[in-house]
């Protein structure tokens, strides 16, 4: 994930409920076990605010600071231009993949999503 910044202006009235919402969103993200993903609109349910597209803006300006690759895309598929780095970090952590008939990679949802409990997640909201 690239480290961009968002642009520069004056804040807007909702400025200090963007940064407690990207908290919210890093710390989930932070707190997803190794070998586990949550996808986007998982997250956004979890925190009960915002949906997939919100969490992705969070993730795609901030994210680079914490665990991005375990917060997915919907069908499984990694992050587009970090595949490479998606996928090596999945087989490094245990996450369930599955080949898809075009012989691509994907993250095996039904094995590897998490739902929030038990270690993690609990710690850090």
């Known amino acids: 994930m690239d480290d961009a910044t968002p642009s520069a202006g004056p804040p807007g009235p909702d400025a200090g409920l963007l940064d407690e919402y990207a908290d919210r969103v890093l710390s989930v993200a932070e707190g997803?076990?190794?070998?586990?993903?949550?996808?986007?609109?998982?997250?956004?349910e979890f925190i009960d605010r915002g949906g997939p597209r919100q969490v992705g803006r969070v993730m795609a300006l901030y994210g680079s600071?914490?665990?991005?690759?375990?917060?997915?895309?919907?069908?499984?598929?990694?992050?587009?231009?970090?595949?490479?780095?998606?996928?090596?970090?999945?087989?490094?952590?245990?996450?369930?993949?599955?080949?898809?008939?075009?012989?691509d990679q994907r993250i095996d949802l039904r094995r590897a999503r998490w739902d929030g409990s038990g270690d993690g997640v609990e710690g850090h909201i």
């Not at 997803?32 to 956004?44: H, K, N, Q, S």
């Not at 499984?76 to 898809?100: C, F, I, K, S």
């Open 32 to 44: 997803i076990p190794p070998g586990r993903v949550m996808t986007y609109g998982d997250v956004a």
């Open 65 to 103: 600071a914490v665990p991005w690759w375990r917060v997915v895309r919907a069908d499984g598929r990694p992050l587009p231009g970090h595949e490479r780095e998606a996928l090596e970090q999945y087989r490094v952590e245990g996450t369930p993949l599955r080949a898809t008939t075009a012989g």
